[in-house]
């Protein structure tokens, strides 16, 4: 099923709004904006047009709950001082970027609006948070929570490496298929943001779990599809909220608390700047 469902995520606009929404997905699929970037951004905009019909005390907002053409800057930062209070800064921050490109879509390429509501509309202030390293001590115990000779054993203990090893993105790793593997040269291709493709090479350990996961996946019932990590079960890829909940759920079985992907970033982040990196 595909992350994207455009009749899903309409649900409570008005016809104007759902149409909008409709032309601008057309609009981002032709400019190849991958899926997870367009959902995020017509999440942002759906949340609007349905804050401005259910949630809004504004007198006008019914105006602007029919037809995103008439939204202002107050009902923004409305929106905005709403999603701080229900969700998070940070999560305003996010919204804020989907509905620039919405309006900057209606402003220049639909030609529907003379003046975008986000002009002067300020980010809000996020607390700089602390992201702890994943101990080495710790990634043995959960390494140790995927010992075994079943499929999911295996494939767990190959994504797990892969986090560690290189230090990707989540998804970046969910999103990779079998031919980015290349066990003759010991590395991975990345599809990172924005289209760009990049090679990471990977240690010893790291290959010899990637080659065991690929002697069980072509025994598998999915291993035609062009996935890297498959369902345990069935014949379908692991979904990307598996993907995310995996560590998680490994954590938890081993003992060891707040384990998600990022962790092994930082940590391959801070690592490479003890050895003299730099990231600039």
């Known amino acids: ?36 970037t367009r959902y995020n ?15 809004s005390p504004d007198p006008d907002a019914a105006a602007a709950a029919e037809d995103p053409c008439a939204v202002t800057r107050a009902h923004v930062e409305a929106f905005q001082g709403w999603m701080i209070e229900t969700r998070s800064a940070s999560t305003a921050v996010n919204k804020q970027k989907g509905l620039q490109q ?6 220049l390429d639909e030609e529907a609006i003379d003046r975008s509501p986000m002009q002067r509309v300020r980010q809000p202030k996020t607390p700089r948070k602390l992201i702890p390293v994943m101990r080495d001590e710790d990634t043995s115990k959960l390494l140790d929570a995927c010992k075994g000779k079943g499929f999911a054993n295996l494939r767990d203990e190959a994504l ?19 031919d980015d593997v290349d066990l003759h040269t010991e590395s991975v291709r990345f ?41 345990e079960r069935g014949t379908a890829a692991l979904t990307p ?40």
């Open 160 to 178: 797990i490496r892969v986090y560690c090893n290189t230090g990707a993105r989540l998804s970046e790793v969910g999103n990779l298929l079998v």
């Open 1 to 36: 099923m595909p992350l994207l469902d455009l009749q899903k995520l309409t649900v409570g606009l008005s016809r104007t709004w759902a149409g909008f929404l409709r032309d601008w997905d057309r609009s981002l699929r032709a400019g190849n904006y991958p899926e997870t």
């Open 191 to 231: 599809h990172g943001k924005g289209a760009k493709d990049r090679r990471v090479r990977f240690g010893p350990k790291t290959a010899r779990a990637l080659s065991r996961y690929l002697r069980a996946r072509d025994k598998h019932k999915g291993a035609a599809l062009p996935h890297l990590w498959l369902a």
């Open 241 to 280: 909220n598996g993907i995310k909940i995996l560590p998680k759920r490994l954590g938890a079985a081993a003992g060891v608390a707040d384990v998600h992907a990022h962790r092994w970033r930082h940590s391959f982040a801070h690592e490479w700047k003890r050895a003299g990196g730099d990231t600039g």
């Open 102 to 107: 919405f309006f900057k879509w209606l402003l």
């Open 41 to 55: 951004y017509l999440l942002a905009a759906a949340q609007l047009g349905r804050y401005l019909a259910e949630q």
